[in-house]
Every structure is written in structure tokens, then in C-alpha cells.
């Protein structure tokens, strides 16, 4: 085996020191949990009944008590394209289970919401504290204490973090994370993106903007762009959480439903009563944590992330922080070039050899924990080999030693930047994080006179009404977690584009997030503390010069220290009602900053 980098082992280090004591506290939880009467045969005799009187075809094997009966937790919905490929899920991993002498029944469902559908609505303030209430209702639906293991279906962006988050408070138990594909290739997300900037500048109706959002966006399966729900998708792989090489093989074709069956078989085998025992909370540790921040630096992920990796880390007892994805960020090289980050959607990606390439070059280059224990029955090694059908069989196959499209997919020898295109930003406005990977050198730094907004439909309207055009750093506050729950704020994408491509030097600072549909447009994101509550942001004011720089790590308003202590901070907009905003001012009252995953659940539970 390669000898794994030594920064990387040093970061590892970093976070194996500074979580030993709630990691110690976690494995004694859920040791306890397997020895404390989690087996049915120690149940009550009326509690199993209940459990059972709807299995009516599975009764007398599940009254037996002597094979695993797993617990499906799904996020089926067909409001979300991604998810709607789980309609028949359940019934055929019923079969599949039987094949392998287990059962399974359907424990619970958790919310989905469409962060597409939401996008620069009011809905899109419950999406990033709909992950703590996804992790709730996996928790309980796993309560019943009635299953030896558990399949998670689940994709998109916060639904995947929220799933792991609540079934980590089960790691004793075995799981498998199940997905449900891309959908095949439309639009191509680049000209996609043109027609959205030229609708911002009123150059095509709604009509036709609607027509190539629909040609995108055309039938069941994941976006194809390479943003949160894909790159959860790339991260699973790397945790060794999916079966190896299931993340984009399409819907509908014999690939995945062969994926999606051994899946069940494997999980009847990891069970506490063999002996290839291989619970969730073992296999997620310190490494797979790192091999999850690894990947998502190498293919040029979603942002997102960095708030949605140490909030499930934490579930699991594990600390780690911005520090460690910037020093990552340093020596991983980005190997894909995936839309926003190039031309080529997740389908291009995985024809050219998809997130199992990805990992067989950084694993061969000692760019990545390969020691780590596994769904997969081989270990780490499994993930680096590409799932295909043999006739009716399923088998795993050896890469060759080029991608099969190196403007996509590129050797770690040969990689598209020697980095991953993650910074931290620090200075008299806080700490913030920038994604640089679709960013072109000449712009990551921007130094300009900035306009100061507390909502994204202000900044529409100033662009609209040509207010922008000049050089300007666009500042939107009030927007994190403890404001109005940190939306997304692609709404922005389109009119910054816009301005950037006319010449001008433009960027965002908020301490809301940008995610990752974010491309050329340098934006310092998740920006903390944020303005509610006394962020330093809330002392901007319009005209003051403002410098982002991601080569030096900096983001500083540039107005003499004296006043700038002087100032006041901005008023706060009143708390947002409406669209059931008002019923999780719980959430938004109690949750921690971004870097710590911006959870109230997890803050809460003293987690």
C-alpha cells in the first residue's frame, strides 16, 4: 500500500487528538445500546405484535426472531425527481431480502424538500434546519428497537447529512446508504446557465427560460450538475457507506437495480450474528471523515459541505473544522472538472470513469486513507473499481490507467490544479470560506467599494435597475442560520454573472450560502460570526472598500480601525413569518455557527 501523505495523516491526527474524549463517549454509547436489549426475542410479546400485524407475509420468519430484519428509512416523495425513483423501492427490497433469509419492513419516511423548488423563495428558509428534522425522523423511525439493520434511501442535500446524522445515534447498527441515480443527460447545464443570464438581462422571455429549465430538468433521477446532492454522493463513496461504485448509475437500468439488491444481500451479512459484524458507527470514523473532506476537495464539491461534514461528524463523536479542510485543501489535487467546475455533467463524469477512478488515483497516491473499515466486503480498495453488468451478473471491474475522458477525469500525476480550491478567508469581518475551483486566478482578488443589502431580491432589483455596473463587492446579511435559517441565495448567480462578464471586478461576501451550483463568481460564504447577534458584517456600510483575497486568505474592510470600532452594527429585519418560517424559531434561536454544522439538534443534545 502507498504511504498515505503526511500532512494528511497529521490533519487525521488533528482530529483523532482534539475528539478522543466524545469519540471515547460515542463507542461506549453504542456499545451499550447493542448490549441493552436491542434484540426482538427481548421485547414484549404485545410490542412485537404490533411490529408485525402489518407484515402479514413475513410474520412467521420475523416471530422466528433468528434472521436480521431490516429497517427501510426512505425519503421517497415525487415532488423531488431524485427521490421519486424510491416509489418501489420497499417492496422490491422485500424480495431481495428474502433471497438473502432476512426482512425488511418500512420504519419511517423523513422529509425532502426540493432546495430547486425553493430556490430565492420563503421556503428556502426551513431547508437548511429541515437536515435536523430529517435526523429526528430517522430517529424515530429507528426507536422501534425491531431491526438488526437499516437501508437508507436518501440523495439530495440535506437529506443524505440528516439521514447519517440521526442513524449514527444507531451505529450499532449495520447500515447501507442507497441510492437512486442521475438522471440521463439534458440541457447542458452550461447552456443552461447562459439562458438564465440572458433572462437577467431581459434578453429572453419566461416562456423560453422555462422551456430550457424543463429540457434540463426533464424526468426521475438527480440533477446532473455537480452540486450538493452529487457530491453527498461522491462523499458516501469515499466513507465507504454505499455498495462500491453505486452513486451515478442511472435509473431505470439493470446496473442499479443489481446495485440496489446486493446492497440488501450485503447488509444480511454484516449483522451482529455473523461474522463480518460492520455497524455504522465503526465504520464511520475519524478517517472516513477526512476520506469524505478528501473527495470533496479532489472533485470540486459543494460548499455546502462544509457545514454538512461536521454536523454528521459530530453525530459520530468527531471534531472537524474549517482549519482542516484549508490544510487539505493545500495538497489535495482537484482531478474532475464537473459543471459548475467545467462543461461535463455527473454523466460525463461517470462515463469518463466516474467517483470510483477518483478514488483509485488518490488511494494509489497516498492522497487517501485506504484502511478504513467498509460496506464493501474488501475494504476502501472496493471503491476503486467500477461496478458493470457481466450478462446478469454484477461485477466489479480494475480501471485502465487513463480516465476515459481526461478533460473530465484526470490521473493524480496529472491533475487539473495541484489543490482543491478551498480557502478560509479571515480579517476584521470574520471567517469565511470561498470556493476557488471554478474561479479564475486573476479574480481571486477582488478589492472594490461594496453595496450592502439584507436580502437577495434587493440585489436583483439594484441590478435591474443598473445600480451594479462597476466594479462592487455585493454584501447580503441577515442571511445565517440564527436570521432566517441560511438560504441559499442562487438567486444571485445570474445578475453576478452577468456584471462579471461586462469586465467588471465583482464578488460576494455574505453569511449566508452559495452552495454548490456557486461557479465563477468568487464568493466568501457561511461568513461568521454572522450579522445577527453582532457579526462584524453589520458594520458595512455602502461605499466602504472591501478586499477578498483567496491568495492570501483574506477578507478585510479596508475603513480606518478607529471608526470601524466606533460604528454601530446594523439593525436586524424583524423575524420572517409566513411559509411555516415561525414554527422553527426554535431551531434558528438555538442552532451553533456554520463551521460547527449550524445545528440546533446537535447544540442542544451537547453534541
Known amino acids: ?139 424515530v423511525a429507528l426507536s422501534h428497537r425491531t431491526f438488526e439493520g437499516a437501508a437508507l434511501l436518501g440523495i439530495c442535500d440535506k437529506i443524505v447529512p440528516g439521514l447519517v446524522m440521526g442513524a449514527l445515534r444507531f451505529g450499532h447498527l449495520p447500515m447501507v446508504l442507497v441510492p437512486g441515480g442521475p438522471m440521463r443527460s439534458g440541457l447542458a447545464n452550461k447552456e443552461k446557465a447562459k439562458i438564465r443570464e440572458l433572462y437577467a438581462e431581459g434578453k429572453v422571455s419566461r416562456d423560453e427560460l422555462l422551456d430550457a429549465e424543463i429540457a434540463a430538468y426533464h424526468s426521475k433521477g438527480t440533477c446532473t450538475f455537480y452540486g450538493t446532492a452529487n457530491s453527498n454522493q461522491m462523499m458516501m463513496e469515499a466513507m465507504g457507506l454505499h455498495m462500491p461504485g453505486a452513486a451515478f448509475a442511472n435509473p431505470g437500468t439493470k446496473l442499479r437495480q443489481e446495485l440496489t439488491r446486493a446492497a440488501v444481500h450485503r447488509l444480511a451479512e454484516i449483522g451482529w450474528n455473523g461474522d463480518d459484524y460492520r455497524p455504522i458507527g465503526h465504520v464511520v470514523d475519524e478517517k472516513s471523515i477526512v476520506n469524505a473532506a478528501i473527495v470533496l476537495l479532489a472533485t470540486g464539491g459543494s460548499t455546502n459541505h462544509l457545514i454538512h461534514v461536521p454536523a454528521f461528524a459530530r453525530a459520530a463523536g468527531i471534531t472537524i473544522d474549517w482549519d482542516d479542510f484549508d490544510r487539505l485543501s493545500r495538497i489535495v489535487p482537484l482531478l474532475t472538472r464537473v459543471y459548475p467546475n467545467g462543461s461535463a455533467d455527473v454523466n460525463g463524469f461517470e462515463d469518463a470513469g466516474g467517483p470510483s477512478f477518483v478514488i483509485r488515483e488518490l488511494l494509489n497516491a497516498g492522497l487517501m486513507h485506504g484502511d478504513t473499515l467498509t460496506v464493501g466486503k474488501g475494504g476502501m480498495a472496493d471503491y476503486g473499481r467500477k461496478p458493470e453488468m457481466a450478462g ?10 487513463q480516465s476515459g475522458d481526461d478533460t473530465i477525469v484526470r490521473t493524480a500525476d496529472n491533475p487539473f490544479s495541484s489543490e482543491g480550491g478551498f480557502r478560509i478567508l479571515k480579517g476584521n469581518l470574520g471567517r469565511a470560506c470561498i470556493k ?108 466602504d472598500m472591501v478586499r477578498v483575497c483567496a491568495e492570501s486568505g483574506e477578507l478585510t474592510a479596508l475603513v480606518d480601525a478607529a471608526e470601524w470600532d466606533a460604528r454601530e452594527h446594523a439593525a436586524a429585519p424583524p423575524p420572517a413569518i409566513g411559509t411555516g418560517r415561525e414554527l422553527f424559531a426554535m431551531l434558528r434561536n438555538h442552532c451553533d455557527e456554520a463551521e460547527k454544522g449550524a445545528s440546533a439538534m446537535l447544540a442542544e443534545a451537547g453534541l
Open 436 to 543: 476557488v475551483s471554478a474561479v479564475e486566478r486573476e479574480r481571486w482578488t477582488i478589492e472594490a467599494p461594496c453595496r450592502v443589502f439584507s436580502d437577495q431580491l434587493e440585489v436583483q432589483e439594484a441590478f435591474k435597475a443598473g445600480e451594479l455596473e462597476r466594479d462592487v463587492i455585493v454584501v447580503v446579511r441577515f442571511q445565517g442560520p440564527k436570521a432566517n435559517g441560511m438560504p441559499e441565495l442562487h438567486k444571485l448567480t445570474p445578475p453576478l454573472g452577468v456584471l462579471q462578464n461586462r469586465g467588471f471586478k465583482v464578488a460576494l461576501v455574505t453569511d449566508g450560502r452559495m452552495s454548490g451550483a456557486s461557479g465563477k463568481v468568487p464568493c466568501a460564504i457561511h461568513l461568521s460570526p454572522e450579522a445577527l447577534g453582532g457579526g462584524p458584517i453589520g458594520k458595512l456600510r455602502d461605499g
Open 1 to 139: 500500500m502507498t504511504q498515505l501523505h503526511a500532512e494528511i495523516a497529521a490533519v487525521t491526527d488533528r482530529v483523532i487528538e482534539r475528539s478522543k474524549a466524545r469519540r471515547r463517549a460515542y463507542l461506549a454509547l453504542i456499545d451499550a445500546e447493542r448490549e441493552s436489549g436491542n434484540d426482538r426475542p427481548k421485547l414484549g410479546c404485545a410490542n412485537l405484535a404490533h411490529a408485525y400485524a402489518g407484515t402479514d407475509e413475513q410474520r412467521e420468519q420475523m416471530k422466528a426472531g433468528r434472521s436480521m430484519n431490516i429497517g427501510i428509512v426512505t425519503a421517497y416523495n415525487d415532488l423531488l425527481s431524485a427521490h421519486a425513483v424510491y416509489y418501489r423501492y420497499p417492496e422490491q427490497m422485500k424480495i431481495w431480502a428474502h433471497e438473502a433469509g432476512a426482512t425488511a419492513q418500512v420504519a419511517g419516511g423523513v422529509p425532502a424538500m426540493c432546495d430547486g423548488v425553493t430556490q430565492g423563495y420563503q421556503g428556502m428558509e426551513l431547508s437548511l434546519f429541515s437536515r435536523d428534522t430529517i435526523a429526528l425522523s430517522t430517529a
Open 392 to 401: 446478469d451478473t454484477l461485477v466489479w471491474t480494475e480501471h485502465g490507467a
